[in-house]
């Protein structure tokens, strides 16, 4: 059963079914388009014709005419949907390429980057290694002076003497 629904002043909502309202007749004027349109339909459709089995033939044109209407956005729908998967399959498959193109370019870049940080490491071993050993090398230096100069000094006493 079908209600129609009013509001009243405080906008709250009422039922009121069909029943309880008075029963709507159509004015004068939309009796007259009404037959009208139907004499054009029957005229149109059946010229020759007019008795209620003719009816019936409209009726079922018109939900023939509906079935192909629907029939034939079905199938539209169903090429957008099936074109709508094939470009996510595509758009997919080529996401998966880049990603993998991605991946190995990345794989390629931390080895280079291991590789560099393996040979400042050796650098840096080797320049220490260099530092320690002139040092080293400078102590060395220093202390043979040392004993030269005291030689010298001696040498230079006796000569005095």
Not at 3 to 30: C, F, H, N, V
Not at 63 to 87: C, F, H, V, W
């Amino acid at each position: 059963m079908s209600s129609l629904y009013t509001r009243s002043k405080d906008y709250t909502r009422s039922r009121k079914s069909q029943s309880d309202s008075p029963p709507s007749s159509p004015s004068p004027i939309a009796k007259t388009l009404r037959h009208e349109r139907l004499s054009r339909l029957e005229a149109a459709t059946n010229p020759t014709t007019s008795d209620p089995s003719s009816y019936g033939d409209r009726a079922s044109s018109r939900s023939s005419a509906y079935t192909r209407r629907e029939n034939r956005l079905a199938s539209l729908g169903t090429r957008t949907e099936e074109e709508s998967n094939r470009d996510y399959k595509k758009l997919y498959e080529s996401a998966l390429s880049e990603n993998q193109k991605l991946k190995s370019k990345l794989q390629e870049a931390q080895l280079e980057l291991a590789d560099i940080k393996s040979k400042l490491e050796k650098a840096a071993q080797q320049k220490q290694e260099k530092t320690s050993d002139r040092s080293s090398m400078l102590e060395m230096e220093k202390r043979e002076k040392r004993a030269l100069e005291r030689k010298l000094s001696e040498m230079e006493e006796e000569m005095k003497v």
